[in-house]
Structure formats: C-alpha cells, structure tokens
C-alpha cells in the first residue's frame, strides 16, 4: 500500500522498486606510458580481470583511449595514476578526465597534478573525480588525458595485474 496524498492505494511492488547502483566498471592502463608532451591519451587500457573482479551490469566500452557509456544517467568517474620520473628534470605531470557532450570537443572535467622533481626515484600518486551527466550515449563521452611540462620527465605506469594507473565508472542514478 502506497498512500497517494491521504489516500491509500495499492500498487505492484515490481512499480516502485529499483534505485540504487545498476552499473559499476573499472579499467587501467595496461602500457606503461612516457608523457613526452600534452594532450597525450591514455589508449591502451585494458578491463580489470584479476584478483576476484566484480563488475555490475553492462559496463563501459572502450575504443583508442575513449569511453562509451553503457546508458543514460548519472555516473561517478574517478581516475587514479601513478606517476614517476623517468628522465632528469624537474616539472608537474597531470592527468586529466576529460569530457565531451557533442562527440567532438572535450574538455577538462577534472585535473590531478602532481610534482615531479630532480631527485632519485621520485615517484607519487594523484587522483581525481568528476559526475558526469549522461543524457545521450551517442554524443556523451570520457578520455583520460596525460600532460608534463618537460619531455621525458614522467610516466603514468602501468600493470596489467593491479591498478596502479586505472579509472572507475560508477552509475549513480537516473539523469
């Protein structure tokens, strides 16, 4: 029973379940990548299959370092990379969630930024988050986007057995 302003009305139970996450993801990088200049892709990713991965629902396709969503809604999209000094130098090394809602022109949803510096083995974490509003799989896309302010100083590292460098994709709710 329902009670619809006072009055009490019955209805199918199947009408009013539902809510909740309905699609959960993860990808990582499966190469690791040498940030030699900006606006570099992060393209080879590979879904997570190790270590008694779960994944919920149909989850994200992957096509040259760009992602489709599965369905309308709204999705949590985080992004964690490992970074490292390569080669001497001191700089900052980003990554980037980047978004398009016409299938063409992305833009920076969110930017994790980390300093690289001219010391042996310098190395660190960054993270970063941004909910997406899907309101059309057609056109509503994510990349992810490495950056550095000196060739050859950072990489976004890679392991194809642990997440090192990875993305996840929830889906919150209805748009």
């Known amino acids: 029973l329902v009670s619809d302003a006072g009055i009490l009305k019955r209805i199918d139970y199947s009408l009013i379940k539902g809510g909740g996450?309905?699609?959960?993801?993860?990808?990582?990088?499966?190469?690791?990548?040498?940030?030699?200049?900006?606006?570099?892709?992060?393209?080879?990713?590979?879904?997570?299959?190790?270590?008694?991965?779960?994944?919920?629902?149909?989850?994200?396709?992957?096509?040259?370092?760009?992602?489709?969503?599965p369905s309308t809604g709204i999705y949590l999209i985080t992004v964690q990379a490992y970074i490292y000094r390569e080669n001497s130098g001191t700089g900052t090394a980003s990554i980037q969630i980047e978004t398009t809602t016409d299938n063409s022109s992305y833009s920076g949803a969110s930017n994790s930024v980390y300093t690289v510096e001219n010391v042996s083995a310098y190395a660190g974490n960054v993270n970063g988050s941004f909910i997406f509003d899907v309101t059309n799989t057609t056109t509503h896309k994510v990349r992810f986007v490495g950056n550095c302010t000196s060739s050859n100083i950072a990489i976004a590292y890679a392991d194809s057995n642990s997440n090192t460098t990875a993305y996840t994709f929830i889906r919150l709710g209805d748009t």
């Open 21 to 69: 996450i309905t699609m959960a993801d993860q990808w990582r990088l499966s190469t690791t990548l040498l940030l030699t200049d900006s606006n570099q892709t992060l393209a080879n990713n590979e879904r997570v299959d190790t270590d008694g991965y779960g994944q919920l629902g149909t989850g994200m396709s992957h096509s040259s370092g760009t992602f489709t969503f």
